[in-house]
């Protein structure tokens, strides 16, 4: 009889450990698609195998799961009430599942209407009788399911329309390059030594956190450099393909555009590394313009242009090391374009920020390279040795006074107290905080 018993344990622990895992399993890819449309807020997503992609870990989400289930044992304390609301939120997720599939046979498989509707009265027959049964069981337990599944259907909603109204101001205000060349060269303001890299979300345009941070304090760095952050879903993105490297303007305001792009699986290096590497990039991208304006005589310095830089030419950049650090700069050379050899130094090591500092070195007396471009090879080499600032908004989104209660409350209280608690932007990009400026800004939406 023991025997039977403990058997009878044993079998019901492999199966509960078989059903758990599934369920969070589920969740992490439930959570990856709702942050991936914009609805849910930002946490953390840990890819555990470079070949399945929707093979993910969420530590926050597993935390949750942990402290839900420990609460509803130490709750109910009754096995017959922990099955109801399982038996519920089953025959929920089959009969949700059932229309969905009606949906994918119609527009994705697009096969005829009459088809999916005798699939979806099919099977729904036969799970609206399951369906029936255990929704007289919603006051023994069943209602937990029905709780928790409005509570994160209410912060779906308010994290999703926050979003998007925050997006919609960034798209209105966002400040045009007619607005930019108005200022002239030296933008209006004083031009203060060093390099400042402005994460925005936009691709195109100015970000009106620049706009903000000019007008309100009349000081910006001598190079510019727009950086935006791009997933694309691919494990991996090689290094010669990482950087897309733009002109914004004429190249007497010494502003760029760069957008990195990032695969599910790539980690971010650390701040040292990436600003060289995007730092190089930038040179290279000047001696490839400079080159491909000669090759095809486009002398027009308002054009914009831009370029993935992948390839370099045959003569590579050299990077020295510094003691412990170790930098991989090897870049495969290209036959179409001849591009003068940049050498890239490190100076020294500042033992309190552990960063390295490189320094462009342009050949002597080498009479292809075009005046204007050494002399814009030179600003940019003058900068980085007088520091890389990281810019990034800290924005706090508010309702107007004109709107209703409701959106108020939704705005005011439920986007802010979510912002405030997921994972902040110098985080996900790994910003050193000594080299950090937040531009507070206030979106009335």
């Known amino acids: 009889m023991n025997q039977m018993l403990y058997r009878k344990h044993f079998s019901n622990t492999n199966c509960s450990i078989v059903g758990s895992q599934a369920v969070i399993t589920a969740t992490f890819s439930i ?15 840990v890819h555990t195998s470079k070949h399945i992609s929707g093979q993910i870990y969420i530590p926050e989400i597993n935390w949750i799961l942990m402290i839900l289930t420990i609460a509803i044992t130490i709750g109910f304390k009754d096995t017959t009430l922990i099955g109801n609301a399982y038996g519920l ?23 005829s209407i009459i088809l999916a509707m005798i699939f979806l009265l099919f099977f729904w027959a036969i799970e609206g009788l399951y369906l029936s049964a255990v929704i007289m069981k919603v006051p023994q337990g069943g209602w937990v399911p029905l709780v928790l599944s409005c509570f994160f259907m209410v912060v779906m909603y308010v994290w999703h329309y926050g979003t998007k109204k925050k997006h919609s101001f960034d798209i209105d205000n966002k400040a045009s390059l007619k607005w930019l060349l108005g200022l002239g060269p030296c933008l209006g303001v004083v031009r203060v030594p060093g390099i400042g890299f402005v994460y925005s979300e936009l691709a195109t345009g100015v970000p009106a956190i620049f706009s903000h941070f000019v007008t309100n304090f009349p000081a910006f760095h001598k190079v510019l450099v727009f950086v935006c952050i791009k997933s694309v879903p691919v494990p991996y993105v090689i290094s010669e393909e990482r950087f897309l490297i733009e002109r914004v303007c004429s190249k007497s305001y010494r502003m760029y555009r760069c957008t990195v792009r990032y695969g599910y699986k790539d980690t971010q290096r650390n701040s040292g590394e990436f600003e060289n590497q995007l730092i190089q990039c930038i040179a290279k991208f000047i001696l490839m313009e400079a080159t491909e304006q000669q090759a095809y005589s486009a002398t027009t310095s308002q054009s914009s242009s831009s370029f993935a830089v992948s390839e370099v030419a045959s003569s590579s950049i050299v990077v020295s090391e510094v003691e412990d650090f170790c930098v991989d700069n090897s870049f495969p050379s290209i036959q179409s374009l001849e591009l003068q050899s940049v050498d890239s130094v490190n100076e020294y090591e500042n033992p309190q920020l552990r ?11 080498n009479p292809a ?24 908004e800290n924005s706090y989104v508010m309702a107007m006074k004109s709107s209703s209660f409701l959106k108020r409350l939704v705005i005011d209280y439920g986007y802010s107290f979510l912002r405030k608690n997921c994972r902040g932007a110098a985080e996900t990009f790994n910003v050193p905080h000594i080299c950090l400026i937040e531009v507070g800004m206030i979106y009335y939406v």
Not at 31 to 45: D, E, R, S
Request: net charge neutral; glycine share 2%; charged share 20%.
């Open 89 to 111: 939120a089953c025959t929920m997720v089959m009969f949700v599942t059932t229309f969905l599939t009606t949906l994918v046979i119609i527009f994705v498989w697009r096969k």
């Open 369 to 392: 390279v075009d005046p204007e471009v050494s002399e814009e090879l030179s600003d940019l080499m003058e900068a980085k040795e007088a520091g890389v600032a990281y810019i990034l």
């Open 31 to 45: 959570i990856k698609q709702c942050h991936a449309l914009g609805c849910f807020p930002h946490v953390k997503v």
């Open 355 to 365: 960063r390295r500092l490189v320094r462009f070195q342009l050949p002597d007396n």
